[in-house]
Protein backbone atom coordinates (compact mmCIF):
# COMPACT_ATOMS: atom_id res chain seq x y z
CA UNK A 1 0.00 0.00 0.00
CA UNK A 2 2.75 2.46 0.93
CA UNK A 3 4.42 1.42 -2.73
CA UNK A 4 1.63 2.25 -4.08
CA UNK A 5 1.17 6.15 -2.47
CA UNK A 6 4.79 6.71 -2.81
CA UNK A 7 3.97 5.69 -6.83
CA UNK A 8 0.83 7.71 -7.18
CA UNK A 9 2.16 11.01 -5.61
CA UNK A 10 5.60 10.53 -8.38
CA UNK A 11 2.65 10.13 -11.15
CA UNK A 12 1.65 13.64 -9.71
CA UNK A 13 4.56 15.78 -9.62
CA UNK A 14 4.81 18.47 -12.35
CA UNK A 15 8.96 18.97 -13.27
CA UNK A 16 9.15 21.70 -16.05
CA UNK A 17 11.91 22.06 -18.29
CA UNK A 18 14.24 24.38 -20.19
CA UNK A 19 12.75 25.52 -23.59
CA UNK A 20 15.07 23.45 -26.26
CA UNK A 21 15.85 27.44 -27.02
CA UNK A 22 17.39 28.48 -23.89
CA UNK A 23 18.67 25.30 -23.53
CA UNK A 24 20.49 25.31 -26.61
CA UNK A 25 21.66 29.04 -26.43
CA UNK A 26 23.21 28.00 -23.19
CA UNK A 27 24.88 24.63 -24.58
CA UNK A 28 26.07 26.62 -27.27
CA UNK A 29 27.80 29.38 -25.16
CA UNK A 30 29.39 27.21 -22.96
CA UNK A 31 30.99 25.32 -25.91
CA UNK A 32 32.20 28.74 -27.81
CA UNK A 33 33.12 30.54 -24.57
CA UNK A 34 30.43 32.96 -25.61
CA UNK A 35 28.34 33.56 -22.11
CA UNK A 36 26.51 36.45 -21.46
CA UNK A 37 29.16 38.74 -19.87
CA UNK A 38 27.36 39.11 -16.76
CA UNK A 39 28.93 38.05 -14.01
CA UNK A 40 30.61 40.53 -11.24
CA UNK A 41 34.90 40.87 -12.25
CA UNK A 42 37.05 39.59 -9.77
CA UNK A 43 39.38 42.61 -10.68
CA UNK A 44 36.56 45.23 -8.83
CA UNK A 45 36.26 43.79 -5.69
CA UNK A 46 36.29 46.50 -2.79
CA UNK A 47 37.81 45.69 0.70
CA UNK A 48 37.77 47.76 4.23
CA UNK A 49 41.73 47.37 4.63
CA UNK A 50 43.57 46.92 1.33
CA UNK A 51 46.70 44.37 2.79
CA UNK A 52 48.63 42.10 0.89
CA UNK A 53 47.65 39.16 2.88
CA UNK A 54 44.31 39.58 1.93
CA UNK A 55 44.74 39.88 -2.24
CA UNK A 56 43.41 37.26 -4.94
CA UNK A 57 46.08 34.73 -6.22
CA UNK A 58 46.28 32.21 -8.91
CA UNK A 59 44.80 29.48 -5.73
CA UNK A 60 42.87 31.24 -3.75
CA UNK A 61 40.90 34.22 -5.45
CA UNK A 62 38.99 36.96 -4.07
CA UNK A 63 35.61 35.22 -2.74
CA UNK A 64 37.33 31.98 -2.14
CA UNK A 65 38.81 34.17 0.57
CA UNK A 66 35.26 35.55 1.91
CA UNK A 67 34.16 31.86 1.68
CA UNK A 68 37.02 30.62 4.06
CA UNK A 69 36.95 33.43 6.60
CA UNK A 70 33.50 32.84 6.88
CA UNK A 71 33.30 28.89 7.59
CA UNK A 72 36.37 29.59 9.48
CA UNK A 73 34.69 31.95 11.40
CA UNK A 74 33.74 30.65 15.63
CA UNK A 75 29.95 31.34 15.18
CA UNK A 76 29.92 28.90 11.62
CA UNK A 77 29.70 26.00 14.26
CA UNK A 78 26.75 27.33 15.70
CA UNK A 79 24.62 27.12 12.64
CA UNK A 80 24.18 23.12 13.35
CA UNK A 81 21.80 24.18 16.57
CA UNK A 82 19.88 27.08 15.81
CA UNK A 83 16.29 26.37 15.32
CA UNK A 84 15.39 26.90 11.42
CA UNK A 85 11.75 27.32 11.90
CA UNK A 86 10.90 24.28 14.38
CA UNK A 87 12.22 24.70 17.99
CA UNK A 88 11.35 22.07 21.14
CA UNK A 89 12.31 19.10 18.67
CA UNK A 90 15.44 17.28 19.49
CA UNK A 91 15.19 15.27 15.68
CA UNK A 92 17.60 15.29 13.66
CA UNK A 93 14.96 14.94 10.47
CA UNK A 94 13.82 18.28 11.13
CA UNK A 95 16.06 20.89 9.60
CA UNK A 96 18.25 23.08 11.36
CA UNK A 97 19.96 26.42 10.04
CA UNK A 98 22.61 24.88 9.42
CA UNK A 99 21.24 22.64 6.27
CA UNK A 100 19.29 26.05 5.03
CA UNK A 101 22.58 27.69 4.53
CA UNK A 102 23.74 24.94 2.31
CA UNK A 103 20.14 24.38 0.59
CA UNK A 104 20.77 28.14 -0.42
CA UNK A 105 24.26 27.65 -1.92
CA UNK A 106 23.32 24.53 -3.67
CA UNK A 107 20.11 26.34 -4.98
CA UNK A 108 22.14 29.37 -6.02
CA UNK A 109 24.88 28.08 -7.26
CA UNK A 110 22.29 25.77 -9.85
CA UNK A 111 21.22 29.23 -10.86
CA UNK A 112 24.20 31.29 -11.45
CA UNK A 113 26.09 28.08 -13.26
CA UNK A 114 23.26 27.97 -15.67
CA UNK A 115 23.74 32.04 -16.26
CA UNK A 116 27.24 32.46 -16.01
CA UNK A 117 27.71 34.12 -12.90
CA UNK A 118 30.58 34.06 -9.96
CA UNK A 119 30.16 31.36 -8.27
CA UNK A 120 32.26 32.12 -5.53
CA UNK A 121 30.90 35.12 -4.25
CA UNK A 122 27.30 33.58 -4.33
CA UNK A 123 28.37 30.91 -1.97
CA UNK A 124 30.25 33.55 0.18
CA UNK A 125 27.17 35.10 0.22
CA UNK A 126 24.98 32.26 0.86
CA UNK A 127 27.01 30.86 3.28
CA UNK A 128 27.31 33.87 5.69
CA UNK A 129 23.60 35.40 5.50
CA UNK A 130 22.20 33.83 8.61
CA UNK A 131 25.44 33.71 10.59
CA UNK A 132 24.27 36.28 12.61
CA UNK A 133 20.76 34.95 13.32
CA UNK A 134 19.53 34.16 17.07
CA UNK A 135 18.01 31.16 18.68
CA UNK A 136 14.64 30.26 18.58
CA UNK A 137 14.61 31.43 14.75
CA UNK A 138 12.48 34.65 13.60
CA UNK A 139 11.03 34.72 17.15
CA UNK A 140 14.01 34.73 18.96
CA UNK A 141 14.90 37.35 16.50
CA UNK A 142 11.53 39.22 17.44
CA UNK A 143 12.07 38.39 21.12
CA UNK A 144 16.09 40.35 20.51
CA UNK A 145 15.02 43.05 19.28
CA UNK A 146 12.07 43.92 21.43
CA UNK A 147 14.86 43.99 24.38
CA UNK A 148 17.42 45.73 22.33
CA UNK A 149 15.19 48.79 21.04
CA UNK A 150 13.38 48.52 24.87
CA UNK A 151 16.99 49.55 26.00
CA UNK A 152 18.70 51.42 23.10
CA UNK A 153 15.95 52.87 20.68
CA UNK A 154 18.27 50.46 18.35
CA UNK A 155 16.79 47.46 16.57
CA UNK A 156 18.24 44.05 15.98
CA UNK A 157 17.81 42.24 12.56
CA UNK A 158 19.72 38.79 11.97
CA UNK A 159 20.76 40.08 8.33
CA UNK A 160 22.17 42.99 9.46
CA UNK A 161 23.93 41.05 12.59
CA UNK A 162 25.59 39.06 9.89
CA UNK A 163 26.82 41.90 8.95
CA UNK A 164 28.18 42.83 12.28
CA UNK A 165 29.91 39.39 12.88
CA UNK A 166 32.24 39.44 10.04
CA UNK A 167 32.55 42.80 9.68
CA UNK A 168 33.12 44.00 13.23
CA UNK A 169 33.10 41.47 15.89
CA UNK A 170 35.25 39.25 14.10
CA UNK A 171 36.98 42.04 11.62
CA UNK A 172 37.78 39.82 8.42
CA UNK A 173 37.80 42.56 5.53
CA UNK A 174 35.06 40.45 3.91
CA UNK A 175 34.85 41.74 0.63
CA UNK A 176 31.63 45.09 0.42
CA UNK A 177 29.91 42.64 -2.42
CA UNK A 178 29.77 39.52 0.49
CA UNK A 179 28.74 41.88 2.88
CA UNK A 180 26.00 43.71 0.63
CA UNK A 181 24.83 40.40 -0.50
CA UNK A 182 24.31 39.48 3.03
CA UNK A 183 22.87 42.45 4.37
CA UNK A 184 20.23 42.49 1.38
CA UNK A 185 19.41 38.64 0.95
CA UNK A 186 15.44 39.87 3.12
CA UNK A 187 14.10 36.49 1.91
CA UNK A 188 11.01 37.83 3.44
CA UNK A 189 10.48 40.32 0.54
CA UNK A 190 9.98 38.62 -2.78
CA UNK A 191 9.96 40.18 -6.65
CA UNK A 192 8.84 39.27 -9.85
CA UNK A 193 11.95 40.67 -10.92
CA UNK A 194 15.66 41.88 -9.31
CA UNK A 195 17.82 44.45 -10.63
CA UNK A 196 20.98 45.08 -8.98
CA UNK A 197 21.86 48.42 -7.24
CA UNK A 198 25.64 49.70 -7.83
CA UNK A 199 27.22 50.34 -4.45
CA UNK A 200 30.67 51.81 -4.89
CA UNK A 201 32.21 52.35 -1.24
CA UNK A 202 32.12 51.35 2.39
CA UNK A 203 31.24 54.49 3.02
CA UNK A 204 27.52 54.72 1.40
CA UNK A 205 26.89 50.89 2.78
CA UNK A 206 27.88 51.87 6.27
CA UNK A 207 25.12 54.54 6.18
CA UNK A 208 22.69 52.15 5.09
CA UNK A 209 23.52 49.58 7.86
CA UNK A 210 23.30 52.39 10.22
CA UNK A 211 20.18 53.32 8.96
CA UNK A 212 18.82 49.94 9.16
CA UNK A 213 19.67 49.93 13.40
CA UNK A 214 17.45 53.68 13.86
CA UNK A 215 14.28 51.98 11.67
CA UNK A 216 13.85 48.55 10.42
CA UNK A 217 12.13 49.57 7.54
CA UNK A 218 15.38 50.75 5.93
CA UNK A 219 15.62 46.95 5.66
CA UNK A 220 13.80 46.30 2.82
CA UNK A 221 15.22 49.39 0.65
CA UNK A 222 18.20 47.37 0.72
CA UNK A 223 19.31 46.34 -2.74
CA UNK A 224 22.41 43.44 -3.88
CA UNK A 225 24.83 45.55 -6.03
CA UNK A 226 25.41 41.98 -8.02
CA UNK A 227 23.66 40.10 -9.74
CA UNK A 228 24.81 37.05 -7.49
CA UNK A 229 23.71 38.69 -5.18
CA UNK A 230 20.23 38.77 -6.49
CA UNK A 231 20.15 35.24 -6.93
CA UNK A 232 21.09 34.33 -3.69
CA UNK A 233 17.81 36.46 -2.38
CA UNK A 234 15.49 34.59 -4.38
CA UNK A 235 17.18 31.38 -3.78
CA UNK A 236 16.74 31.75 -0.18
CA UNK A 237 13.06 31.54 -0.26
CA UNK A 238 13.52 29.13 -2.49
CA UNK A 239 15.38 26.84 -0.31
CA UNK A 240 12.86 26.93 2.88
CA UNK A 241 9.63 26.94 1.20
CA UNK A 242 9.18 23.69 0.44
CA UNK A 243 11.44 22.19 3.19
CA UNK A 244 9.76 24.13 5.76
CA UNK A 245 6.44 22.08 4.81
CA UNK A 246 8.53 18.90 4.75
CA UNK A 247 9.51 19.64 8.32
CA UNK A 248 6.14 20.38 9.38
CA UNK A 249 4.70 17.12 8.16
CA UNK A 250 7.37 15.46 10.08
CA UNK A 251 7.36 17.11 13.44
CA UNK A 252 3.13 16.16 12.89
CA UNK A 253 1.81 20.11 12.20
CA UNK A 254 0.47 19.82 8.91
CA UNK A 255 0.49 17.06 5.99
CA UNK A 256 1.60 18.44 2.99
CA UNK A 257 -1.70 17.68 0.83
CA UNK A 258 -3.57 20.25 3.02
CA UNK A 259 -1.58 22.46 0.65
CA UNK A 260 -3.13 23.93 -2.79
CA UNK A 261 -1.22 23.04 -6.08
CA UNK A 262 0.03 25.76 -8.43
CA UNK A 263 2.55 26.45 -10.75
CA UNK A 264 5.17 25.83 -8.95
CA UNK A 265 3.82 22.65 -7.06
CA UNK A 266 3.20 21.14 -4.19
CA UNK A 267 6.23 19.34 -3.10
CA UNK A 268 9.33 20.47 -2.53
CA UNK A 269 11.69 19.02 -5.25
CA UNK A 270 8.47 20.27 -7.42
CA UNK A 271 8.84 23.83 -6.44
CA UNK A 272 12.84 24.25 -6.48
CA UNK A 273 13.11 22.53 -9.68
CA UNK A 274 10.12 24.65 -11.26
CA UNK A 275 11.36 27.97 -9.80
CA UNK A 276 14.89 26.91 -10.64
CA UNK A 277 13.72 26.26 -14.42
CA UNK A 278 11.69 29.40 -14.38
CA UNK A 279 14.13 32.06 -13.06
CA UNK A 280 16.90 30.30 -16.05
CA UNK A 281 14.61 30.57 -18.48
CA UNK A 282 13.55 34.68 -18.18
CA UNK A 283 16.93 35.81 -16.94
CA UNK A 284 19.63 34.25 -19.20
CA UNK A 285 21.22 37.27 -20.68
CA UNK A 286 19.76 39.98 -18.87
CA UNK A 287 21.05 42.39 -16.66
CA UNK A 288 18.32 41.30 -13.83
CA UNK A 289 16.79 38.07 -12.15
CA UNK A 290 13.11 37.58 -13.04
CA UNK A 291 10.43 35.04 -12.83
CA UNK A 292 6.82 35.08 -15.32
CA UNK A 293 4.09 36.20 -13.93
CA UNK A 294 1.88 32.91 -13.05
CA UNK A 295 5.26 31.28 -11.44
CA UNK A 296 5.79 34.79 -9.36
CA UNK A 297 1.82 35.00 -8.00
CA UNK A 298 2.63 31.07 -7.53
CA UNK A 299 5.34 31.69 -5.33
CA UNK A 300 3.66 34.23 -3.37
CA UNK A 301 0.41 32.13 -3.14
CA UNK A 302 2.90 29.20 -1.78
CA UNK A 303 4.40 31.61 0.85
CA UNK A 304 1.26 33.36 2.07
CA UNK A 305 0.22 29.47 2.56
CA UNK A 306 3.39 28.53 4.67
CA UNK A 307 2.34 31.76 6.86
CA UNK A 308 -1.26 30.65 7.64
CA UNK A 309 -0.83 26.87 7.88
CA UNK A 310 2.69 26.51 9.49
CA UNK A 311 4.84 29.69 10.70
CA UNK A 312 1.30 31.15 12.52
CA UNK A 313 0.32 27.88 13.34
CA UNK A 314 -0.01 28.06 17.47
CA UNK A 315 1.53 25.06 17.84
CA UNK A 316 4.34 26.70 16.32
CA UNK A 317 4.44 30.09 18.09
CA UNK A 318 3.19 29.75 21.14
CA UNK A 319 5.65 28.35 23.35
CA UNK A 320 8.03 30.36 21.79
CA UNK A 321 6.12 33.52 23.24
CA UNK A 322 5.54 31.99 26.61
CA UNK A 323 8.31 30.81 27.32
CA UNK A 324 11.37 31.83 25.33
CA UNK A 325 10.58 35.27 25.67
CA UNK A 326 10.33 35.96 29.90
CA UNK A 327 13.88 33.95 30.03
CA UNK A 328 15.51 35.73 26.77
CA UNK A 329 14.53 39.35 29.32
CA UNK A 330 15.40 37.60 32.19
CA UNK A 331 18.71 37.00 31.00
CA UNK A 332 19.75 39.87 28.72
CA UNK A 333 19.02 41.63 32.00
CA UNK A 334 21.17 39.34 33.93
CA UNK A 335 23.81 39.91 31.46
CA UNK A 336 23.69 43.57 31.17
CA UNK A 337 23.77 43.95 35.12
CA UNK A 338 27.30 41.61 35.32
CA UNK A 339 28.32 43.27 32.16
CA UNK A 340 28.15 46.76 33.74
CA UNK A 341 28.83 45.77 37.31
CA UNK A 342 31.80 44.46 35.86
CA UNK A 343 31.93 41.00 37.54
CA UNK A 344 34.53 39.56 35.13
CA UNK A 345 33.56 36.15 36.49
CA UNK A 346 30.08 36.44 35.04
CA UNK A 347 29.66 34.56 31.57
CA UNK A 348 29.24 37.41 29.58
CA UNK A 349 33.06 38.02 30.41
CA UNK A 350 34.61 34.32 30.64
CA UNK A 351 32.54 32.74 27.71
CA UNK A 352 31.84 35.67 25.60
CA UNK A 353 33.99 38.64 25.73
CA UNK A 354 36.85 36.57 26.60
CA UNK A 355 35.86 33.88 23.48
CA UNK A 356 35.82 37.16 21.11
CA UNK A 357 38.98 38.44 21.95
CA UNK A 358 40.72 34.93 21.51
CA UNK A 359 40.66 36.05 17.91
CA UNK A 360 43.36 38.25 17.45
CA UNK A 361 42.51 40.79 14.82
CA UNK A 362 43.52 44.55 14.63
CA UNK A 363 40.33 46.81 16.48
CA UNK A 364 39.78 50.52 16.08
CA UNK A 365 38.94 50.15 19.70
CA UNK A 366 39.31 46.91 22.19
CA UNK A 367 35.85 44.58 21.73
CA UNK A 368 34.98 45.35 25.36
CA UNK A 369 34.67 49.31 25.43
CA UNK A 370 31.91 48.34 23.07
CA UNK A 371 28.26 49.99 24.03
CA UNK A 372 26.89 47.21 27.07
CA UNK A 373 23.99 46.74 25.35
CA UNK A 374 25.58 46.13 22.00
CA UNK A 375 27.32 43.09 23.73
CA UNK A 376 24.71 41.43 25.49
CA UNK A 377 22.79 41.53 22.02
CA UNK A 378 25.91 39.85 20.58
CA UNK A 379 26.08 37.47 23.16
CA UNK A 380 22.51 36.10 22.85
CA UNK A 381 22.49 36.72 19.14
CA UNK A 382 25.81 33.94 18.77
CA UNK A 383 23.95 31.13 21.10
CA UNK A 384 22.77 28.07 19.74
CA UNK A 385 18.81 26.91 21.24
CA UNK A 386 21.01 24.69 23.34
CA UNK A 387 23.47 27.50 24.66
CA UNK A 388 20.38 29.03 25.88
CA UNK A 389 18.92 27.11 27.46
CA UNK A 390 21.84 25.29 29.33
CA UNK A 391 23.00 29.62 30.53
CA UNK A 392 19.71 29.89 31.67
CA UNK A 393 19.31 27.19 33.72
CA UNK A 394 23.43 28.44 34.98
CA UNK A 395 22.05 31.81 35.60
CA UNK A 396 18.87 30.71 37.22
CA UNK A 397 18.79 27.84 38.88
CA UNK A 398 16.11 28.11 40.91
CA UNK A 399 13.81 28.94 37.79
CA UNK A 400 10.79 27.09 36.89
CA UNK A 401 10.69 28.10 33.23
CA UNK A 402 11.84 25.02 31.44
CA UNK A 403 11.88 23.98 27.87
CA UNK A 404 10.10 20.64 26.93
CA UNK A 405 11.91 19.33 24.26
CA UNK A 406 9.75 16.42 21.69
CA UNK A 407 11.76 13.46 20.68
CA UNK A 408 11.74 11.24 18.29
CA UNK A 409 9.43 8.66 20.03
CA UNK A 410 7.12 11.64 21.07
CA UNK A 411 6.13 12.29 17.74
CA UNK A 412 5.27 8.77 16.93
CA UNK A 413 2.64 9.44 19.83
CA UNK A 414 1.12 12.60 18.08
Not at 120 to 135: K, V
Not at 154 to 183: C, E, M, W
Not at 242 to 269: C, L, M, T, V
Request: net charge negative; charged share 30%; glycine share 4%.
Amino acid sequence: MWYNDINEVISLLNYEKLSENIAERIKNDRVNNTLPQVAFCEDDVVRRNDCERDKANIIRTAFIRDIDKIIHCPYYNRYADKTQVFSFYKNDDISRRSLHVQLVSRIARTIGKALGLNLDLIEAIALGHDIGHTPFGHAGEEFLDELYFSHTGRHFSHNIHSVRVLDKIFPYNISLQTLNGIAAHDGEMELCEYHPRPLDSFDEFDEQIENCYIDKKNIRRLIPSTLEGCVMRISDIIAYLGKDRQDAERAHIIDNDDFSGSAIGRYNAEIINNLIVNIVENSYGKPYIKMDEKHFEALKKAKADNYALIYKNDRVSDDLHHIVMPMMRKMYDRLLDDLVGGNKAAPIFTQHINYVNKAHYTRDIPYEQTEPNQIVVDYIASMTDDYFVDLYAHLFPESKERILYKGYFDLLLI
